[in-house]
């Protein structure tokens, strides 16, 4: 998924097929986003997740930022959609506990007059040749296959310009034409969270999985209904993802909202962690248009922290 950086060759054409079929995604992901909205606080016969027989195998506060676990995604030519990415002070950093990706309009910067964010990732794979951001010596990074993945967060209260987290395939199978179709074993994208509907006037979250990445057809999504809570662009809120061997399950504020086992089994792989802002242009019109914000300000998506666990008895595997 780093599209900026000069990596594998194979690893390479797996990334321009994935970027492809993201689009088509995307438009998907635009022609369906009219879903029914359930508020969080009305869900009948409440589900919660219950911590008891789990436990942490990975924890960030973001006291500081480990650059031995998260490393930066440049894209091509610093630019997706119609974001630019750079990894400084201004625009990825810590301050008081709380990671900050801030998004900001420069008239001058590096690339020119546009929208500048930041993105961080947890993939292991080393990518070769990234002359502007290499990852250090002790580099690290964290992938994990089945278990718990949590975000406690605030979202960018911005039209077209919208936080994620998620998760992606640490293996290039699923992003090639390699990929094994009508399956999702091979890995997915799994959309914790996207806070993408701020041109509604609405705080909510919708969780999406997309499977069969392949430059020769659309993939196969699923998504689940809107879930309306509580202002999520001024409040902290958390999202969360179990992930086992039948199913996905998902959970918003420790509330259960959508379970699914999309796309013929869930991913058999390890599966690494990303933290995004995305700028949106004509490519994705559905999140609306972010030159209507006040070119003026900032934008943050604050992440608290990010915990990661697996069942007890799965610890050794």
């Excluded at 008239?107 to 993939?123: C, R």
């Excluded at 019109?285 to 998506?301: I, L, R, T, V």
Aim: hydrophobic share 35%.
């Amino acid at each position: 998924m780093i599209m900026g950086c000069k990596m594998e060759i194979g690893y390479i054409i797996g990334l321009s097929l994935f970027l492809i079929a993201t689009a088509v995604a995307l438009l998907i992901y635009g022609i369906r986003i009219k879903t029914d909205n359930v508020l969080l606080r009305n869900i009948s016969n409440k589900k919660y997740f219950n911590e008891s027989d789990w436990q942490i195998v990975w924890q960030d506060n973001f006291d500081t930022l480990d650059r031995t676990m998260w490393k930066f995604n440049a894209h091509e030519n610093g630019k997706r959609n119609a974001g630019y990415y750079v990894d400084d002070e201004n625009h990825i950093f810590t301050q008081g506990g709380y990671l900050y990706i801030r998004t900001t309009w420069e008239e001058n910067g590096k690339y020119g007059a546009g929208f500048y964010t930041g993105w961080l990732e947890t993939a292991k794979t080393r990518y070769t040749d990234n002359y502007d951001y290499p990852e250090p010596d002790n580099w690290l990074g964290f992938n994990q296959k089945f278990g718990y993945f949590e975000i406690r967060c605030k979202c960018p209260a911005a039209e077209g310009i919208w936080s994620a987290f998620w998760l992606l395939p640490e293996n290039t199978k699923a992003l090639s034409e390699d990929d094994e179709l009508g399956t999702g074993k091979d890995g997915v994208e799994i959309d914790i969270m996207e806070s993408a509907f701020y041109r509604e006037k609405l705080s909510k979250v919708q969780h999406v999985i997309h499977a069969d990445y392949n430059a020769t057809h659309a993939p196969v999504s699923a998504h689940s209904q809107g879930y309306l809570l509580d202002d999520m662009y001024h409040e902290f809120h958390t999202y969360a993802l179990e992930w086992n061997e039948k199913e996905y399950i998902f959970y918003v504020d420790g509330i259960e909202t959508w379970r699914t086992d999309h796309y013929n089994g869930t991913s058999l792989v390890e599966q690494y962690l990303i933290l995004s802002v995305e700028v949106g242009n004509d490519n994705v019109p559905w999140a609306g248009d972010p030159n209507h914000n006040d070119k003026s300000k900032c934008y943050d998506f604050v992440i608290d922290y990010i915990k990661v666990m697996k069942k007890r008895d799965c610890i050794d595997e």
